[in-house]
């Protein structure tokens, strides 16, 4: 099935979950989005439709929740030079709902933070994903929101891998944690944000923490 089709079943697919009066059809519905989100297809046509303009609510979510259980579960199915191309992506969206919807964009922070515990700290270039962060804040500030949900997000996602990726991710974002307190700091002067970032300050102190009883 082209990648069109298949992006037109999953509507209709999300469709039928949704609003069908059957019962047996939403079950139908639901095992089909199942399955679906196991496929290699998953990735662009997920991708695509979170880029598309015409995307309702419902397919913006399971979308962004199937490319976010993508990245963490099934990384390996990608060749490793499709890393940037994932990256921008993914970077792209984040900026498009900056201001929501809020689970859209949470899950898409969180796809990022998964790709970041895959890949070498280098693949961000000089300091790893929080000096990339940093960078990427500076010249768009107008998407701050967003990022800020990704430097939340950063560390709880260390939390929820096996403890060999675990320790290294942990130890890479210990070495970078400095450059994101000096970030959540200048970013305390947005009134309108101050909730949002003493979350994330509160998420990278548990992190340290957690460090230091081990």
Not at 8 to 24: I, Q
Not at 32 to 50: E, G, K, P, Y
Not at 83 to 94: P, T, V
Not at 182 to 207: G, P
């Amino acid at each position: 099935m082209q990648s069109m089709e298949l992006q037109d079943t999953v509507k209709d697919a999300l469709t039928a979950l949704y609003h069908h009066p059957d019962d047996a059809v939403r079950m139908q519905a639901d095992r089909w989005l199942q399955d679906f989100q196991r496929t290699i297809d998953a990735w662009q046509v997920a991708d695509n439709l979170l880029h598309d303009a015409t995307s309702n609510l419902e397919t913006l979510i399971f979308c962004s929740q199937t490319l976010r259980s993508k990245v963490q579960r099934d990384f390996e199915e990608l060749p490793s030079e499709a890393f940037r191309q994932l990256r921008d992506s993914l970077n792209n969206l984040l900026k498009k709902f900056h201001k929501g919807p809020p689970i859209v964009r949470t899950q898409i922070s969180i796809a990022v933070a998964a790709l970041a515990v895959h890949v070498p700290a280098e693949d961000w270039g000089d300091g790893g994903i929080v000096n990339w962060l940093r960078n990427e804040m500076n010249s768009h500030p107008e998407y701050i929101p967003g990022f800020l949900e990704l430097l939340t997000v950063l560390p709880e996602e260390a939390f929820n891998y096996k403890i060999a990726a675990r320790r290294h991710f942990e130890k890479e974002l210990t070495s970078q944690m400095e450059i994101a307190l000096t970030i959540l700091t200048a970013c305390l002067n947005i009134s309108e944000l101050k909730e949002q970032v003493l979350e994330a300050f509160a998420s990278w102190l548990r992190l340290k923490r957690g460090l230091q009883g081990i």
